[in-house]
């Protein structure tokens, strides 16, 4: 392979990297801590919670609910006399699980430090992918056009 532009790859130390992300994760738990005792959620009533059923309905990318709408769902599915403010827990709870779904993802790809993952992480952020999904499972995830990706890395 003859690479226009080769780098060089070291290891990297992302140690304090990761601690800020592991304390930044353990502050947003604790918020979320809160919600879960607030609205009776655990691991085995999540999926018949309706606090978390609404939650799903704000979090989908495909949501197409106005607060209007949302808040008639909620007093249609709840027993709360103060729908503003369970809608508000609502959006607050969806924000800390979307935050906490970033770092833990953040938090992947700070562990994965060594020269040969850094390079396949590069391949693959050539097609939109991150690290993580260039080293999951030890061969990371298919790409479609990976000859496409190979002339890009060789020619950038």
């Known amino acids: 392979m003859n690479i226009k532009n080769p780098k060089i790859y070291n290891d990297i130390d992302n140690s304090n990297k ?17 919600f879960d005792n607030k609205y009776y959620i655990d691991y085995f009533s999540k999926n018949d919670n309706e ?4 939650v799903g309905m704000v979090n989908s990318k495909y949501s197409n609910y106005t607060d209007n709408d949302l808040l ?6 709840t027993f709360t006399k103060d729908s503003n ?11 800390i699980s979307q935050q906490l779904n970033d770092l833990y993802r953040k938090k992947q790809n700070l562990a994965l430090t060594d020269s040969y993952e850094q390079f396949r992480g590069d391949i693959y952020s050539l097609s939109g992918k991150d690290i ?10 298919f790409l479609e056009n990976e000859n496409e990706i190979m002339q890009k890395y060789i020619n950038k």
């Open 51 to 54: 606090f978390t059923k609404i």
């Open 72 to 77: 008639e769902i909620i007093k249609d599915m």
């Open 132 to 141: 993580y999904d260039a080293n999951v499972g030890g061969t990371g995830v």
């Open 18 to 34: 990761t601690k800020k992300v592991d304390n930044k994760i353990k502050q947003l738990e604790e918020k979320k801590k809160i």
């Open 85 to 95: 403010r369970y809608l508000k827990d609502v959006k607050e709870y969806a924000n």
